[in-house]
């Protein structure tokens, strides 16, 4: 089992920073892909960006490209997003995923979930 605890969300001006962290324990040898997905009120997950867990590739979400940096250190067990530039539409529960058999987009690829943090951002 591979156990996933997200931290960082909060509060946020309109074009303000925040920085979530995704602590994970348990069996983290077998992940190979780690994953950030955002879900806002009335809508389904989506997907918004990954990262193998070797840190050598990334992917990002058309609509936070640019702005969203997802990063790892696995020294610390730890997978990162830093969010800049949050607008209107950036307001979720953001949920850290892990796959351990694929790097993926798809959120059915991903089998360990975290319980979320919530990301709100005020005009």
């Known amino acids: 089992q591979m156990q996933l605890v997200e931290s960082g969300g909060g509060l946020v001006q309109a074009g303000g920073s925040l920085r979530l962290s995704c602590a994970a324990s348990?069996?983290?040898?077998?992940?190979?892909?780690m994953g950030w997905f955002r879900q806002a009120p009335g809508k389904e997950r989506e997907f918004a960006a990954a990262?193998?867990?070797?840190?050598?590739?990334?992917h990002y979400a058309d609509s936070v490209k640019g702005r969203f940096t997802i990063s790892i250190d696995n020294a610390k067990n730890t997978v990162y997003l830093q969010m800049n530039s949050l607008t209107p539409e950036d307001p979720a529960v953001y949920y850290c995923?892990?796959?351990?058999?694929?790097?993926?987009?798809?959120?059915?690829?991903?089998?360990?979930w975290g319980q979320g943090t919530q990301v709100t951002v005020s005009s």
């Open positions: 990262i193998k867990s070797s840190g050598t590739v990334t």
């Open positions: 348990g069996r983290t040898f077998s992940s190979y892909a």
């Open positions: 995923a892990g796959s351990t058999g694929a790097y993926s987009l798809r959120s059915y690829n991903y089998s360990y």
